[in-house]
């Protein structure tokens, strides 16, 4: 018979008691299959495969409650730039479609290519486990769980749908057209991918309702998407409260804020991930200083998903992580843009939070720990994910301590949120398979990967100016940091 026990010894490793997670130094981690078996120190016994964890710190795989698989070739180009008239949104440049002729920015996307290279990225970041909030498209949604099969990701989807869509009108006016038809069609279509593919990938894939945003979702529609929900077993998730312009439009129209209207309409619930939840009661930008909106969020038992680097590029932070945790709200992280590198969202997650409040002790290493592992598996529903403890999945992510950015340390969870990077994660396990050896993939070419993303993203680039109501080229609308120098002959 085949020993399927694997050890990884020799490491720090951030065990749970059940309650909290600890530090074992010297430790190991025993799993048999997709389970782990046992957490210790000095381990002797025999197993069948041993990895070393020497220089290492060994973590409970991570798990971005907000991702983006893609290749994000909006975002990367309108960093330091965009429209001035769309309240410092970042999106709001590029998902609406031309309403002179229709095109959308992503048009000429290679789909596959930006699905590979996201996987792969939050993959390498040390994440286990995603909740990937991508479109609906015909064909996109099947190929997902099959790339994250091949992958071997642990992946939370469903078809995304909508009501109305953002668009630019000839005079370059931004605003959202509705479209109740399609979004009824569409949550029909979410709700029979749900019944054929939840449980997929042995388990590793689950579905989950995803209505797109707030604000393109009327409240019959999310009726419908409870009540599916709780006749699926599945959870929901949403943009919500994620620009200025969706706060201010919901006060006008219901003189009262986006989370107060979903929580009159009875949207909130254990079951709930709410996408950003930036702008919220209280927050200094929306002018409505009164309390409510944490106070109803944590009252429901909803989660918020934080990708605070997305909103820290625009100039805008959450206000704050520490207020969410003091109201007793469960925090997850998440991916939501490039490098999808949830180390880094963890790290600017802590000193945003640090300096939204002025406070060096808000936003405290553990508890940004704490929400990129038990937070997302208590969104989730999940004991089973989040934690390195006997009778847990074996998922498990080896982070290299032993360099120059790292170390010396004297705490090795400070020193992973305010100094980690995605770089230095040295192995991933996702239900006791690794799937990222040494700093590599083990599912695909990583050369040819990044060749494919890399003419998706100059694909969509090269035909910006059919797409841009002005007819400029990306070099036009969003110039370079420094002008090229081409009126010089080098050597």
């Not at 749970?16 to 074992?24: L, M, Q, T, W, Y």
């Not at 720990?369 to 074996?394: H, V």
């Not at 040295?426 to 993939?441: A, F, M, Y």
């Amino acid at each position: 018979m085949v020993d399927r026990t694997t050890v990884i010894e020799g490491g720090t490793v951030v065990a749970f008691d059940g309650k909290e997670h600890r530090i074992v130094e010297n430790g190991f981690v025993l799993f048999s299959g997709d389970r782990i078996v046992e957490i210790g120190r000095n381990f002797s016994a025999e197993a069948g495969n041993r990895i070393s964890a020497k220089g290492k710190l060994v973590i409970p795989g991570l798990i971005s409650l907000h991702a983006h698989a893609g290749v994000d070739a909006g975002s990367r180009v309108i960093v330091d730039g965009g429209r001035r008239d769309l309240w410092r949104s970042g999106f709001f440049n590029f998902e609406p479609i031309n309403g002179s002729n229709s095109r959308s920015f992503g048009r000429s996307a290679d789909t596959n290519a930006g699905l590979r290279y996201g996987l792969a990225c939050l993959l390498k970041g040390g994440v286990t486990t995603a909740v990937e909030l991508g479109g609906g498209d015909g064909g996109f949604d099947q190929r997902m769980v099959e790339l994250a099969d091949e992958a071997g990701i642990r992946l939370y989807y469903g078809p995304t749908f909508y009501s109305g869509y953002y668009a630019f009108d000839p005079a370059g006016r931004f605003e959202l057209r509705p479209d109740d038809r399609q979004a009824e069609e569409a949550l029909d279509r979410a709700v029979e991918f749900i019944e054929r593919f939840d449980g997929a990938n042995d388990g590793r894939f689950r579905g989950m309702l995803i209505p797109s945003s707030f604000l393109r979702t009327p409240q019959n529609l999310f009726r419908r998407v409870k009540e599916a929900a709780a006749s699926l077993g599945v959870g929901i998730t949403f943009h919500i409260t994620e620009s200025l312009w969706e706060f201010q439009r919901t006060v006008d129209e219901h003189a009262k804020t986006p989370i107060s209207v979903v929580a009159d309409w009875g949207v909130l619930g254990p079951e709930v991930i709410l996408g950003h939840t930036i702008y919220v009661s209280g927050h200094s930008q929306t002018a409505w200083p009164y309390e409510g909106d944490l106070q109803a969020i944590s009252q429901s038992g909803a989660t918020v998903a934080h990708s605070p680097v997305t909103f820290a590029r625009r100039g805008v932070a959450m206000e704050s992580f520490q207020r969410y945790l003091d109201h007793g709200i469960n925090l997850g992280i998440g991916t939501d843009t490039y490098p999808l590198d949830i180390l880094e969202e963890m790290r600017i997650a802590a000193i945003a939070g640090k300096l939204a409040d002025s406070n060096f002790e808000s936003a405290r290493a553990a508890d940004v720990f704490n929400a990129a592992t038990l937070g997302g598996a208590r969104a989730l529903g999940r004991d089973d994910i989040g934690r390195l403890a006997p009778g847990a999945k074996a998922d498990i992510t080896l982070i290299d301590m032993a360099n120059l950015r790292m170390s010396p340390f004297a705490d090795p969870i400070r020193a992973l949120v305010y100094c980690g990077t995605g770089e230095l994660v040295h192995t991933v396990v996702v239900d006791g398979r690794t799937v990222v050896e040494s700093g590599k993939l083990q599912c695909w070419n990583e050369s040819e990967l990044l060749a494919d993303a890399n003419a998706s993203a100059q694909a969509v680039w090269n035909e910006f100016s059919e797409y841009d109501i002005g007819g400029k080229t990306i070099e036009d609308r969003y110039p370079q940091s420094f002008k090229p120098w081409t009126d010089v002959s080098f050597p």
